[in-house]
């Protein structure tokens, strides 16, 4: 029985450090699922929820932008760029200022690094 319960335990082990793994296309559609959860529910936001937002929105944008932009394709590039400018948009619209000049920077360098 101990023997039983130490093979399950590796196994679910295993199954959980397998599917916490995150790749370039699980990045993608993560960060889409994220706009589309903020473009839903920014009319309810509070300043709070702004700030958390931005940090999400930055980790995105920045942080796994950049530990992908490596293995990107054109058209995934492309299609960052509009989920960074769909952000910025609902940002203007509900009068949020915070982090719109770095999102504008970023995209910037996402549409830079589209031309080379």
């Known amino acids: 029985m101990k023997r039983f319960l130490m093979v ?5 082990t ?3 450090f397998s599917s916490c ?7 993608v559609k993560d960060f889409t699922k994220f706009i589309e959860k903020v473009k839903k529910e920014a009319d309810n936001y ?11 929105f930055t980790e995105f944008a920045v942080t796994k932008y950049d530990k992908y932009s490596h293995e990107l ?3 995934e590039m492309f299609e960052l760029t509009k989920l960074k400018a769909e ?15 770095n999102a504008i920077k970023e995209g910037q360098k996402a549409l830079d690094s589209l031309v080379k």
């Open 46 to 56: 509070k300043a709070a929820d702004w700030e958390k937002v931005e940090k999400t």
């Open 8 to 12: 399950m335990v590796a196994v679910i």
């Open 87 to 101: 952000y910025i948009t609902i940002q203007a619209k509900h009068g949020i200022s915070v982090g719109i000049n």
């Open 73 to 75: 394709t054109t058209d």
């Open 21 to 27: 793994s995150e790749t370039k296309e699980s990045y």
């Open 14 to 16: 295993l199954f959980t």
